[in-house]
């Protein structure tokens, strides 16, 4: 089973539609707080459609409450600063894949600690402003001139290729 991280999210309708993938590929959903919402939030279960009450998820205090719950986890963190692209790793059965804030990624000391783990997906560089260089906006997340991707966009590239990998385990 795979794992998909959600470090600090702040949209609850990301969360939604990463939890519906997770539940359709038989992956468990880790969220590390604080969190920008409520999982009551009416958003996170409309994005959630009628899976949110399937999903195998796991709430934790913070970075620290991760890591002593997880004892040997060693995440692939998912950066607009990682050298090596999200393709060029292979993925194991029990991998974590760990997605930062929708305003900010990941933080950087979380980062620093294992800069060997942290992948990028590949983005055209438009009019001078590359994802892998330019720091996004920081009000709305859906704004047009953002940098990079949806969250639940990313999160989804990324677990269907370590899916793929895998040879989509019991999934049809």
């Excluded at 600063?81 to 990624?105: I, K, P």
């Excluded at 969250?151 to 040879?167: C, D, P, T």
Aim: charged content about 20%; aromatic content about 8%; some cysteine.
């Amino acid at each position: 089973m795979l794992n998909v991280v959600l470090y600090q999210p702040e949209i609850p309708a990301n969360t939604g539609t990463i939890g519906r993938s997770c539940v359709l590929t038989n992956t468990r959903l880790h969220l590390i707080g604080p969190l920008g919402f409520s999982l009551d939030d009416r958003m996170v279960r409309r994005s959630g459609m009628g899976y949110w009450h399937d999903i195998d998820l796991v709430v934790y205090e913070d970075y620290a409450d991760f890591l002593g719950r997880n004892p040997g986890a060693n995440p692939w963190m998912f950066t607009k600063h990682g050298g090596a692209c999200y393709h060029e790793v292979s993925y194991g059965d029990g991998d974590y894949l760990m997605f930062g804030r929708e305003s900010v990624g990941i933080d950087t000391e979380v980062l620093a600690a294992h800069p060997e783990r942290c992948l990028r997906i590949p983005m055209l560089e438009r009019e001078g402003l590359s994802p892998a260089t330019t720091q996004g906006p920081s009000g709305d997340p859906a704004d047009p001139d953002a940098v990079s991707l949806n969250l639940s966009n990313a999160a989804n590239i990324v677990l269907f290729e370590a899916l793929r990998q895998l040879g989509f385990p019991g999934i049809v």
